[in-house]
């Protein structure tokens, strides 16, 4: 641990156990290097942290003081670590081992850098070499072939379905794959759209070949083809969410709908799974018929995605290294699905257990009808779903949990259902 | 100017004057540092800036390559530049001076050390730390008195509307104050709702108390206490976007509508316009009743601003840099506003000249009817806008244009108006 974390730490302790109280004084930098015989720098930096994450408050030309937000924020944090589980097997964790945080930091840097480009506004489709490093990507990965004007930029595929929906006539039909896609089916309906769960004779086709349930089911190529035959026939459109197509490696690679279509899909597709969750980076190629559409209406829309992370992401993709970072994900990720599935076969023996094609969830069925409240009791975040068949399945992702507690997390798992 | 920076430009030169063509091989670093006489570091930063602006590429083990992007990335750039205005005067752009570029960096590197923060998605409502910074910083400025819990964190007004909207009863009238709202009238017709212009009457009534049309008047007071009680009668709920309320300096500051009003006030505003455009944070207080709402149907909800720059912006504002921030701001942009005003002045004496009540803007009434064309060709970007009165009306924001270049864009518009 360097100097200025312990000293963060040493700070922050008796911040909690109030030996500083809320509101008091903190001692001078200068003084606090004094008494501990370290450098100004040494004790700024942690200083500088404490402020950061609210613990102590600058104020002008007074000093540092212990925040009443100190207080707050741990009590908050508490409750809701007591609210929600300690172990997460739904999926929405990164493992901290897989992104290369300070190589992410040198792009962002960088990007800062470029301070006459922060000035403006992002242009209302995302940043223009953004979306060429995009078009030439999703091209040599995907078949997807797209000019970057029609490619359009968004902070996750919320509010590009939300400005899909504003280019759409509201009085049509959607349809979706399973109940299960809450947000995008809330979308929809708020739009005025009506919807229906895989009916293939609505208007609009919502699908996401690579994901098509919570379990992760990835749609044949002999039903992608018939789909696209159909809809081309038909005159629907159809769009193609290809969420976690980058981890069907154990597949034989199908190729993405827009590629087998007709100027009718709508391709979306998105960076956060492939680096951290927190770098919200979506994509859209509109039809062209749609690029036409929000073009004439480009000044009612604003980007949403930050600047600086475009820019980032930007370079990022052009230097290669999506690549390897999904290379890398994959990897591991499967390598931890795959243990965990080990363990739980021994554990129980008696189950049906499989792997999701994408191999990134557990199925595990079960004869006890659970609730999500068990487990929460247990700290743990499990996804169940009742089959139609009436048996219930958990849909576990471990992705996101360390492997040093896999043995705990099985034996939780036994308490819940026993 | 440093070392690598003078090696990014002779680099970058030379692949626009296509003495290094597309697809070429660059010299390696370890060459280029033996030629320049150069350390291998100045070389690998100066390679690092080429990459990241999207001269150069990086292919793995066989070097650095002039891309063809570099091509069309400037062919684009001038070809958008001709399109769009040299000088922009419509009040989109900050000025470079104004921002501490640096500082913000500070704060994003300290964010970016979070690493276990950053593996997580953000809460759908934002971070908590940032909400409770945004709850304290209203509070102190606007006396908007609202727990963290009620406070939404969104990348602009826009995904902030389209929550809103998803959250309220779609068959409801909506009335905004001018027809110029163009994206918030946009989102509420997308979504069904009756909208209608200045009608008190309406169920949703939207106002911009500080920005109430595009030439920047101001609500007075006596207007807020009468909408406030009107619609408190009514039982209507009030939409009141603080837009561009920090800049209201030389104005009595005003009441926020929130203070006046009766838990019937949805409260929303921006950092954008204080900080840089390219950081897009805005952030809403719902009424208690839609904060119920909202936390219903959480889950269909994600967090749209980049979770590092929320971290990074918490910081920024709890040791009392946006203040500050805000405090040169004003007094830059009102300097400007006033000189260019006074070379106006002197440029056309006849024409009836005046700055707006937030100092933003500069409103000149002209007898030609003018159109945006005229200007575009003269590299100008000016709003214009015809009066219900018949006349035209000039709306300047000098913020974004360099003081240097006043004299010349005076002769330009000189030249737009004979």
Known sequence: MKKYEQLYNSIKNMILTNQLKAGQKVPSIRKT????????????????????DGYIISKEKSGYFVTHIADKAENKQTKSKAKSAKYDLTGGI???????????????????????RLLSYSQPKG??????????????????TASPDRIIIGAGVQPLL?????????????????????????????YGFDVKIRNKDAD??????????????????????????????????????????????NVRPTPSLYALGKD???????FSAMLIPSIRISFMVLTNELKELFEKEEYRYCQTASKTEQIALCSYIRDGHINSQIRKTR????????????LLKKAFPNNDLSISENTLQIIMKINN??????????????????????????????????????????????????
Not at 162 to 190: E, R
Not at 333 to 342: G, H, L, N, P, V
Not at 399 to 412: E, H, K, T, Y
Request: contains cysteine; aromatic residues 12%.
């Open 264 to 270: 009718n899909v709508v391709y979306m597709g998105s």
């Open 331 to 342: 990897r591991l990720y499967s390598a931890k699905t795959k243990k965990f599935f080990d």
């Open 369 to 418: 009808d659970i609730s999500p409240d068990t487990f929460e009791k247990h700290s743990l975040k499990i996804l169940t779903e009742k089959k139609d068949s009436g048996e219930t399945v958990l849909i576990m992702s471990p992705a996101g949990v360390n492997q040093r507690d896999f043995d705990f997390i099985i034996d939780l798992i036994r308490q819940c259902l026993n």
């Open 127 to 144: 940043e223009y070499d953004l979306r060429c490093a995009v078009s030439e990507y999703i091209r040599e990965k995907r078949n997807v």
């Open 33 to 52: 290097a004094q008494i501990y015989n370290l450098s100004v720098t040494t004790v700024q930096n942690a200083y500088f942290e404490l402020c950061a």
């Open 162 to 190: 939300q400005m899909l929906c504003s280019l759409l006539d509201k009085t049509k039909s959607v349809s979706f794959p399973a109940k299960s896609f809450v947000q995008g089916i809330g979308i929809f309906k708020d």
């Open 94 to 116: 990164a493992d901290s081992d897989v992104f290369d945080i300070s190589l992410w930091q040198r792009y962002i840097k960088s990007a800062l850098r470029q301070k006459e």
């Open 204 to 249: 609009i086709i919502y699908v996401s070949p690579s994901h098509m349930t919570r379990w992760g089911d990835v749609m044949p190529i002999k039903r992608r083809l018939e789909l696209v035959e159909y809809s081309n026939k038909k005159g629907s459109l159809v769009i193609e969410d290809d969420y976690e197509n980058e981890f069907l490696y």
